[in-house]
């Protein structure tokens, strides 16, 4: 029996050549992405950095009252524009206004009483030009009695005059000594009380006398006590975060709203350690708002760097000399400036989240880690400075009227 005869095996068929293509061409692609890839890294991504771990910022004010009172009127809301110098809120202020009659009161009275030291300068050197005769009266008379007593002390011995009217010459003498000596005293206690009153008034105007002084800085203070039952906005902003109530008794420093100054923002962008090796300080950003889309861009630029990473400032600070130590990347804030036209264009509000773009390529500006601390950023009102001249004024009113028919007194 013949064994069976196994088929043959047919030859590789050769790869078409359209597969062949295929490949080259998938290759070609991926070279090209790869390249391509290169080409972007080199000339974009390497010359950017991006976060969008970014928050925007501002200067949220709050308002406190400075002196205790009951709120009678709430003139603003959450979400209300105001300006600077705008009225917020007003207390009752009764009481204040009844100290401040007090302190005029009070006022008014020094003036008169500083006049009455000056007035008095006059009376008591009249007193002492009478305590002058007095004592210059006082001494004729003992030189008198002095020239009785010896034009008779002879004659007693011989009898032409009695012991009697001897005796009496000597009492005018005694008495005449004792005048004088009353007068002379009296002389220097006149002095005395002039010099006294002197140093009260010598040197200064009756404006000027620390009674007056005094007095005049208890006006003043009774009366920033009366301005200051209208709580007003110290900058212009939006209010926010409202907790006062009409009727209810507020202390002094309680918060009773903020208002967030709107045309001031700028943003917190955190980037990590490795990120600020190449940020230099006035490099220009690109910054998207979430509000508003890619539609919207901000040009920004780098203004500084934060004192230290966020969880240094945390209300529990991470305790990293523990024995389950994990190292975390951390974040440190980059202050970036908005510019303040595309802001007002498009408003932005605190705590919006950004995504932020900045070009490293520019390597000119000192970099954050070795960056000097920036001059610190002057922040002013003028909102209450006109508070101090009007109770200024308001004094110079009550001294100027306690004063008229007044002499001037040297």
């Known amino acids: 029996m013949n064994a069976p005869t196994s088929a043959p095996i047919p030859a590789p068929v050769a790869a078409p050549a359209t597969r062949r293509k295929a490949l080259a061409a998938v290759g070609s692609v991926l070279t090209l992405g790869a390249i391509a890839c290169a080409a972007w890294w080199w000339l974009i991504a390497s010359r950017v950095e991006h976060t969008d771990n970014a928050y925007v910022q501002g200067h949220v004010v709050q308002i406190t009252p400075q002196v205790n009172g009951t709120v009678v009127a709430i003139q603003a809301d959450d979400t209300d524009a105001v300006k600077a110098g705008q009225a917020l809120v007003r ?11 007090q302190a005029e009161a009070q006022l008014g009275q020094a003036v008169r009483e500083v006049r009455t030291m000056y007035a008095n300068n006059a009376t008591l050197a009249a007193q002492v030009a009478l305590r002058d005769a007095e004592t210059a009266r006082a001494k004729s008379e003992l030189a008198r009695a002095q020239d009785d007593v010896a034009r008779r002390t002879p004659l007693v011995a011989s009898g032409a005059v009695g012991q009697e009217e001897f005796a009496h010459a000597k009492a005018q003498l005694s008495a005449a000594q004792s005048a004088v000596a009353a007068t002379q005293s009296a002389a220097v206690a006149a002095r005395q009380a002039l010099a006294s009153n002197q140093v009260m008034t010598a040197g200064t105007a009756v404006e000027q006398h620390p009674g007056v002084q005094r007095a005049a ?7 920033l006590a009366v301005k200051r039952t209208e709580l007003k906005a110290p900058v212009d902003g939006v209010i926010a975060r409202r907790s006062v109530q009409v009727g209810q008794r507020v202390a002094a420093g309680a918060p009773l709203m903020t208002v967030v100054a709107l045309d001031r923002l700028w943003v917190d962008a955190n980037f990590k350690e490795s990120q600020l090796r190449k940020l230099r300080i006035g490099q220009s950003a690109t910054l998207v708002a979430d509000v508003y889309g890619e539609k919207v861009r901000y040009s920004g630029r780098i203004a500084g760097l934060g004192a230290g990473t966020g969880a240094a400032f945390a209300l529990l600070p991470a305790q990293n000399a523990t024995g389950n130590w994990i190292k975390v990347v951390q974040r440190v804030p980059v202050r970036i400036t908005l510019d303040a036209a595309e802001l007002n264009a498009h408003p932005l509000r605190v705590g919006l989240s950004m995504a932020v773009e900045v070009d490293v390529s520019d390597g000119s500006g000192a970099a954050l880690a070795n960056a000097p601390a920036s001059a610190p950023a002057t922040q002013r009102t003028t909102v209450f400075d006109a508070l101090a ?14 004063l008229r028919g007044a002499t001037a007194v040297q």
Do not use: G, Y
């Open 217 to 223: 800085s208890r006006v003043r203070e009774a009366w």
């Open 389 to 402: 001249r009007e109770a200024d004024a308001e004094v110079q009113r009550i001294v100027k009227a306690n």
């Open 91 to 101: 207390l009752d202020p009764a009481d204040a206004q009844l100290a401040l009659e």
